[in-house]
Every structure is written in structure tokens, then in C-alpha cells.
Nanobody
Framework: QVQLVESGGGLVQAGGSLRLSCAAS????????MAWYRRAPGKQRELVAV???????NYADSVKGRFTISRDNAKNTVYLQMNSLKPEDTAVYYC??????????WGQGTQVTVSS
């Protein structure tokens, strides 16, 4: 199973930017599909962005054009660059890994709060 540690969350004003990082260990990182999810207060967890082992990406409609997911296989790290943040982006953000055996792993989450 993959161990995942997120960092980079915090408090930011609307219109600002944050970059989340997720460091992975315990598996062949380059083979994993990596994703970011979020859970806002009172809402269900939702998929924000995903990046395959080949580098293909996909995004939730609500973040397209504002968020960018990327990965550095040499550093075993996946990133989420978040620009033009809105108060509705406030949530706990979770890193997720899916390995070739379809075993899924989660990080502990990092809080992102966007003030208006």
C-alpha cells in the first residue's frame, strides 16, 4: 500500500493561489494513477483532478482552467496548483493513489480555506 503525506494547505483570500503537494512512498510511484479529492463541510467527497501514469489529466468542471495537477516521478510527488481560488473551494483536500493492482490509498488530508 502507498503512504501519502499532503502539505501546502492553508488560508488564502479569494483570487489567491495555493500549491498542494503529496509525497508518496511504499510503491512504484510512476505506475500509480494519482488524484486529488476534496470534501467541503456538509458535502460529499468529490474528485477534483486526476493524472495517469502516462501524464494524462482530467478535472472536475468546477476547477477547469483554475487548477493544474502534475507529477514528478523522480520525487514521488504529485502537485495541485490552485489559482483564482473561490470561497467554494474551501474543503479538506485528499491525495489518492491507485496502483496497478487497483489498491487505493489515501492521505490524511490538508485543509484549504478561502476567505471572501
Amino acid at each position: 500500500q502507498v503512504q501519502l503525506v499532503e502539505s501546502g494547505g492553508g488560508l488564502v483570500q479569494a483570487g489567491g493561489s495555493l500549491r498542494l503537494s503529496c509525497a508518496a512512498s511504499g510503491s512504484i510511484f510512476s505506475s500509480n494513477v494519482m488524484a486529488w479529492y476534496r470534501r467541503a463541510p456538509g458535502k460529499q467527497r468529490e474528485l477534483v483532478a486526476v493524472i495517469t501514469s502516462g501524464g494524462s489529466t482530467n478535472y472536475a468542471d468546477s476547477v477547469k482552467g483554475r487548477f493544474t495537477i502534475s507529477r514528478d516521478n523522480a520525487k514521488n510527488t504529485v502537485y495541485l496548483q490552485m489559482n483564482s481560488l473561490k470561497p467554494e473551494d474551501t474543503a479538506v483536500y485528499y491525495c489518492n493513489a491507485l496502483d496497478p493492482r487497483l489498491t487505493m490509498s489515501w492521505g490524511q488530508g490538508t485543509q484549504v480555506t478561502v476567505s471572501s
